[in-house]
C-alpha cells in the first residue's frame, strides 16, 4: 500500500504477558518514528529511528518498552510484561528525513491490557 | 508543567463561523510548528507546517505563529461540518528533529 500500515489494528492481551507492534513505514522513507495516545490525551513521544539507528530513546517509558528497525523498513515496538497502564492506542509515522518533511501517520494499534 | 499546552475544548460552533484554535509553549529551542487534524479511530494528519514567525496561508486556513510571545494558532474560515474533529498542535526543534512535541488537542464540532 501506498501509507503506513500497523498491525494488529487492534489487540486484547492479558495483564502479563508480551505483545509486538509492528509498523511498516512508507517505501523509501528513512525516518520512522513511535508515539504513544491515550484516551482524550495528546501524543506522546516513544522512540524515532533514522535508518536502523534510534538517535532518540529518551520516550520509552520503561525497560519493559523496547523497538528495533530492520532493513531500514519494517519496525517493531515491544512491550514486555504488559501492565494496564500500557493500555493506549500506539501510532507509528514515517517520513523522508526528519527536518522540513511532513510526516505520515498509520492508523494505530489499539492496546487493551485485560 | 507541559511544554506544550493547548487550549482546551471541547469547541462547538456553526457552520460558517471563523474558528481559533490556541497554543503556547515554554521551550524557546522549538522552531518548527505544526498542526494535525485527527478524525475519530484515526492517525494524525498533517495539516500546516511552518518555522517562521507571521502567517501561512493554505485555503480557509490560517496558521499563525509568534516566536516572541511563545503562541501559535490555527484559524479556520467559513468552518464546514468536515471540519469536524480533533486539531493538534506539535512543535520540534532543530537538534532534535526527530521528536515532536504535541499539545492535547482541542475537539472541533461544526454544526450545520
Known amino acids: 500500500g501506498a501509507g503506513v500500515s500497523q498491525s494488529p489494528s487492534n489487540k486484547v492481551t492479558e495483564k502479563g504477558k508480551d505483545v509486538e507492534l509492528r509498523c511498516d513505514p512508507i517505501?523509501?522513507?528513512?525516518?520512522l518514528y513511535w508515539y504513544r495516545q491515550s484516551l482524550g490525551q495528546g501524543l506522546e513521544f516513544l522512540i524515532y529511528?533514522?535508518?536502523?539507528?534510534?538517535?532518540?530513546k529518551s520516550g520509552l517509558p520503561s525497560d519493559r518498552f523496547s523497538a528495533e528497525r530492520t532493513g531500514g523498513s519494517v519496525s517493531t515496538l515491544t512491550i514486555q510484561r504488559t501492565q494496564q497502564e500500557d493500555s493506549a492506542v500506539y501510532l507509528c509515522?514515517?517520513?523522508?528525513?526528519?527536518?522540513?518533511?511532513?510526516?505520515?501517520f498509520g492508523q494505530g494499534t489499539r492496546l487493551t491490557v485485560v | 508543567q507541559k511544554e506544550v499546552e493547548q487550549d482546551p475544548g471541547p469547541l462547538s460552533v456553526p457552520e460558517g463561523a471563523i474558528v481559533s484554535l490556541n497554543c503556547t509553549y515554554s521551550?524557546?529551542?522549538?522552531?518548527?510548528f505544526m498542526w494535525y487534524r485527527q478524525y475519530s479511530r484515526k492517525g494524525p494528519e498533517l495539516l500546516m507546517y511552518?518555522?517562521?514567525?507571521g502567517n501561512k496561508e493554505d485555503g480557509r486556513f490560517t496558521a499563525q505563529v509568534d516566536k516572541s510571545s511563545k503562541y501559535i494558532s490555527l484559524f479556520i474560515r467559513d468552518s464546514q461540518p468536515s471540519d469536524s474533529a480533533t486539531y493538534l498542535c506539535?512543535?520540534?526543534?532543530?537538534?532534535?528533529?526527530?521528536?515532536?512535541?504535541f499539545g492535547d488537542g482541542t475537539t472541533l464540532t461544526v454544526k450545520p
Open positions: 509515522a514515517s517520513s523522508p528525513r526528519t527536518l522540513n518533511t511532513e510526516a505520515f
Open positions: 517505501s523509501g522513507h528513512t525516518a
Open positions: 529511528f533514522q535508518g536502523n539507528s534510534a538517535p532518540d
Open positions: 521551550n524557546s529551542a522549538f522552531q518548527y
Open positions: 511552518t518555522y517562521s514567525s
Open positions: 506539535a512543535m520540534k526543534g532543530w537538534t532534535n528533529a526527530g521528536k515532536s512535541t
